[in-house]
Nanobody, 114 residues
Framework: QVQLVESGGGLVQPGGSLRLSCAAS????????MRWYRQAPAKERELVAH????????DYAESVKGRFTISRDNVKNTVYLQMNNLKPEDTAVYYC???????WGQGTLVTVSS
């Protein structure tokens, strides 16, 4: 059974940083690409970042380029999202996902506010 458990969210001031983690289990993590999504209140879920299976290729939404970094540890079966220079518009619930599976975790809430 595919399981994705996100953690690391919280309340941070504008300009601050957070590092999100997503622990994956129930599938062969190392052979699949992974993604981070986010969903702000009253908005649709949007793709934030994508990383290839070996971690050599990444892609980002324009709104987070230069501020967010996706990475992965294929030994720990974990994908990360380092978020720097956070802005109030980054406030959302953040989810990780494997595009080959339909499973979603519970998400982790990031609130950027002074």
């Amino acid at each position: 059974q595919v399981q994705l458990v996100e953690s690391g969210g919280g309340l941070v001031q504008p300009g601050g940083s957070l590092r999100l983690s997503c622990a994956a289990s129930g599938f062969t993590f190392r052979i699949y690409a992974m993604r981070w999504y986010r969903q702000a209140p009253a908005k649709e879920r949007e793709l934030v970042a994508h990383i290839s299976s070996p971690g050599t290729n990444t892609d980002y939404a324009e709104s987070v380029k230069g501020r967010f970094t996706i990475s992965r540890d294929n030994v720990k079966n974990t994908v990360y999202l380092q978020m720097n220079n956070l802005k109030p518009e980054d406030t959302a619930v953040y989810y990780c996902n494997c595009p080959n599976y339909g499973a979603w975790g519970q998400g982790t809430l990031v609130t950027v506010s002074s």
